[in-house]
């Protein structure tokens, strides 16, 4: 059994006989493709020596990436919390493996003394752990560590989307949306990703949730049947008809409405897979969570902004960081918790807003390429009121992940509240139509939008679609709304209700409404003219 596996593309076969001879003399027993003899079965023998081997170096460049072997062989590995990624020559990892950090070996010189070397072999040491044949106990020799606990979540496989009748034209539209599904679910940086031939190439390949259609057109209707089903039980977690009117001139337009829906449906915050990962975690003590399930724990908190599901979420989040420290999605989620307390005032502590500043930083050092640590820098960019960041932070996050409706619906509202109402009242429309299960606080956005406006009849509609009674910001919304419209007594019992949620100085919601609003003090007056309206004792 050797202890390294790498996998590599084969225009990198010299730089890697070079890499396997250096670790060969660290005392580290080595296999790669090289030593497959004349007559064997080829896959067969990769597949039982990365099954066997104790870690995988994985080596990205530009021709690694677009090598199927070589991704298949890296999905494989993650799977059993082997992998190790290099890049050879500073490419990125391609998408569903960014969550990786890949150590840059676009300089090495071939030497065991160098920076990157040594962080291989230490890297290395870790997913080895006490199973490792070598001593590693310095550069050239450093005793393995025990591996950080990280789980690496759920892994969904495409399958090839089928052709009901014989249209060529049919056959190449049902191949790109198989590919464009794929890549817009690898852009979930939580999710992991590969395409499979068939249902059970899926099951034999590990993965847990199988996704997939058949497409036919009848006139000018085209229909996508899709399903994503687990592959344990066979379970049907979510299914969809999407039904559109075929016409060569509009294909294009068409293929990517489909897969935007289809790929929010499923990999969204809100979406199904989430929904169903997430349920038994909701039952979960802090404690008893793997770093992947804290993760989960932190969208549940999202859907229900509530204080006591902040604290459960937090704690998990904590924990989660000290077990996983180099995972940028729970630094992320790490920020995003220590800002909820200074943006809602949840079980709020000194500083909460520089350390949330300072985790949303780590996370994007950690991954340049996460969707979610941007996401997280502009969060904690707009609360420190750095309005220059806060915009390229947002553009980014949308950039690498056009498709998360929970960031879009939140840049969407940040990007009101520093001034540019229409560019913010655009995403988050955009952000409600690609999720027909989004939680109630996207709503928000058309709300502030028709308050600003003074349109109050459609405000209060769209007040009513929030629907999150146990969160003092709707109360507080519903009241100003109701107070504008003369609905005295209604307005006076949403005041009624916000003080039980809140239970607090008045003075204090004011202090968190210029949080929100400090970028427009023109909406914040009226906004705090409107509480007074309706009966709030706000200074």
């Not at 969707?371 to 960041?389: E, N, Q």
Request: aromatic share 10%; net charge negative; hydrophobic share 40%.
């Amino acid at each position: 059994m050797a202890d390294i596996f790498i996998s590599y593309a084969r225009s990198d076969r010299t730089r890697v006989e070079t890499l396997a001879n250096a670790l060969q003399k660290e005392g580290l027993e080595v296999w790669w493709d090289r030593q497959i003899l004349g007559g064997d079965d080829f896959s067969a023998n990769i597949e039982r020596e990365l099954e066997s081997a104790g870690a995988a170096v994985v080596a990205w460049s530009e021709a690694g990436s677009q090598s199927h072997w070589v991704k298949d062989e890296a999905a494989y590995a993650a799977r059993g919390d082997k992998l190790v990624a290099i890049s050879l020559d500073g490419t990125a990892p391609p998408m569903g493996f960014r969550q990786f950090h890949a150590i840059d070996f676009s300089g090495w010189d071939g030497k065991s003394s160098a920076t990157e070397f040594t962080e291989l072999i230490r890297a290395t040491a870790t997913r080895l752990g006490a199973h490792t044949s070598a001593d590693l106990s310095a550069p050239g020799n450093n005793k393995a560590t025990e591996a950080d606990p990280i789980d690496t979540g759920p892994w969904i496989a495409v399958t090839p989307i089928k052709v009901r009748g014989d249209d060529p034209d049919m056959e190449d539209l049902a191949e790109d949306l198989t590919d464009s599904i794929a890549s817009g679910l690898a852009r979930f940086s939580y999710l992991n990703v590969a395409t499979q031939s068939s249902a059970n190439e899926s099951k034999r390949a590990g993965a847990t949730y199988l996704l997939g259609g058949t497409l036919r057109k009848a006139g000018s209707t085209l229909r996508l049947s899709i399903k994503l089903s687990t592959t344990s039980q066979d379970k049907q977690v979510w299914g969809e008809r999407y039904n559109r009117a075929f016409d060569n001139e509009t294909i294009l337009e068409l293929h990517d409405d489909i897969t935007d829906h289809v790929v929010t449906a499923v990999a969204d915050p809100y979406g199904a897979l989430m929904r169903d990962l997430s349920a038994p975690v909701a039952m979960l003590e802090p404690e008893d969570m793997t770093p992947y399930e804290a993760l989960l724990r932190h969208f549940i908190f999202r859907q229900r902004v509530t204080q006591e599901d902040h604290t459960v979420a937090k704690r998990a989040i904590d924990l989660a960081t000290q077990r996983a420290p180099g995972n940028a999605e729970l630094w992320a989620a790490m920020a995003f918790a220590e800002l909820e307390e200074y943006k809602n005032h949840f079980n709020e502590s000194e500083g909460a807003l520089a350390q949330g500043l300072r985790s949303a930083r780590r996370a994007v050092e950690l991954d340049p390429y996460s969707a979610f640590g941007h996401f997280a820098l502009c969060d904690a960019s707009f609360f420190s009121r750095d309005v220059a960041t806060t915009r390229i932070a947002g553009k980014r996050s949308l950039e690498l992940n056009p498709r998360d409706s929970d960031a879009m619906a939140m840049i969407g509202l940040m990007t009101m509240f520093i001034g540019d109402w229409d560019h913010g009242t655009a995403l988050v429309e955009r952000a409600i139509g690609l999720n027909p299960n989004a939680p109630g606080w996207y709503w928000f956005g058309g709300f502030y939008n028709h308050f600003r406006l003074e349109e109050y009849e459609a405000a209060l509609e769209f007040i009513r679609r929030v629907n999150m009674p146990q969160y003092f910001a709707y109360q507080s919304c519903k009241a100003i709304v109701l107070a504008q419209l003369g609905r005295k007594d209604e307005a006076r019992a949403a005041v009624e209700a916000f003080e039980s949620i809140w239970n607090d100085d008045p003075a204090l919601y004011k202090k968190n409404i210029n949080r929100w609003f400090y970028a427009q003090p023109d909406f914040e007056e009226k906004f705090c003219a409107g509480l007074r309206k309706a009966g709030m004792d706000l200074p």
